[in-house]
């Protein structure tokens, strides 16, 4: 056999395949008022959100309080139902599926919430909290118990001393352990993970932040990280996607992004982050007021609003995101020339998808 052949086949096999891939999401939530409960009015929550996850890859997700991380995470797993869009996880569809399929979803995707302790039953011990999800997939009860110490001693908890411990005998960091371990124990392609350590101090978030870190590398796990906490999205991210009142505004590698961020949004996010070098000290803050309600966004760009750069075209087209540079941006300020410049590179980039994500823990 032709030796290129073969190398050439080898190459092939060895890119990562898209595991994930989101067109069009949208979530409305209906305000409604009055003795008749009638809707006067929709919160755009989601609106038209779109990325792809690759195996083995991470992707940040990073915003505002409100701008629709969260939802979007419950919507991918169908904790909620999306009102229009695409979500084909592992080739099929999962906006549409239902009984066993569902069940066949959530087994390959699994989330991680915020409040480690509001997440676990405080009348179940760790040990049936963990099995409790095996058993709904019919695991025998034996095969159950054995898969919730396995788990546990892969977040480096010892089954025998933490197994039949309660909620309330836990610390905040154990608990979120027992977290990831219930999640771990149906052996997940793809981890949701909804500010995992935003509640936990500092010490704490680095142990379970490196966790993850071992885990994506032992188990080939993909994840989702939303967290408020820039630092860390920049630690353990490979892509970043940065939302904005319901939309992404900007997407791209998390080492660019961070380096060089192109959407104004962007800008201002992470010149809000605290810097310890008085030499670099702000005068002014990077952004003024508040975000505009999701009930009623601004016409066009929704960021115009507090975009020091803004112009008339801002308030009249919205804008798409498209590719500009070296990732998509969803912003006027950039030429369509710079449009098809970084339409080239994306273009490049998907063809050689192939170059597994950057690992950088």
């Given amino acids: 056999m032709n030796s290129t052949v073969t190398d050439a086949t080898r190459a092939v096999s060895s890119q990562p395949a898209k595991l994930l891939e989101v067109k069009g999401l949208k979530k409305y939530f209906p305000v409604r008022t009055g003795v008749f409960q009638r809707t006067v009015a929709q919160v755009k929550a989601v609106d038209d959100v779109s990325f792809d996850v690759w195996q083995g890859e991470i992707l940040g997700v990073v915003g505002e309080s409100g701008c629709g991380k969260s939802t979007t995470a419950r919507l991918l797993i169908r904790l909620i139902d999306p009102d229009a869009g695409v979500i084909s996880f592992q080739g099929k569809d999962a906006a549409r599926a239902t009984g066993g399929e569902l069940k066949a979803l959530r087994r390959d995707m699994q989330i991680v919430f915020q409040d480690p302790y509001a997440s676990l039953n405080p009348r179940m011990n760790v040990q049936d909290s963990i099995a409790f999800s095996l058993l709904a997939h019919q ?37 979120q352990r027992v977290n990831i371990a219930r999640a771990l124990a149906l052996d997940p392609e793809l981890l949701l993970l909804d500010e995992p350590v935003s509640s936990l101090d500092k010490s704490i978030q680095a142990q379970v932040l490196n966790l993850l870190g071992d885990l994506r590398q032992s188990l080939g796990l993909s994840y989702i990280f939303i967290s ?134």
């Avoid at 480096?156 to 608990?175: D, I, K, T, W």
């Fill in 139 to 175: 695991f025998p009860k034996k095969a159950a118990v054995e898969k919730a110490w396995d788990v546990l001693e892969k977040v480096g908890m010892n089954p025998a001393q933490f197994g039949l411990r309660y909620p309330h005998e836990l610390s905040g960091g154990q608990r």
């Fill in 228 to 361: 408020h906490d820039l630092h860390v999205v920049e630690y353990l991210s490979d892509r970043v996607a940065v939302m904005y009142l319901g939309k992404i505004v900007e997407l791209g590698n998390a080492a660019d992004l961070y380096d060089r961020p192109l959407h104004p949004y962007t800008q201002a996010l992470l010149a809000s982050v605290p810097n310890i070098d008085p030499a670099k000290k702000r005068a002014a803050p990077p952004l003024m007021g508040d975000p505009p309600s999701p009930i009623n966004p601004p016409s066009g760009c929704r960021f115009r609003t507090r975009c020091p750069f803004a112009k008339d075209i801002c308030a009249e087209v919205e804008p798409p995101l498209l590719p500009a540079e070296d990732r998509l941006v969803a912003c006027h300020l950039y030429s369509s020339a710079s449009r098809m410049n970084g339409a080239a590179k994306h273009a490049a980039a998907t063809e050689t998808t192939a170059t597994p994500p950057s690992e950088h823990i």
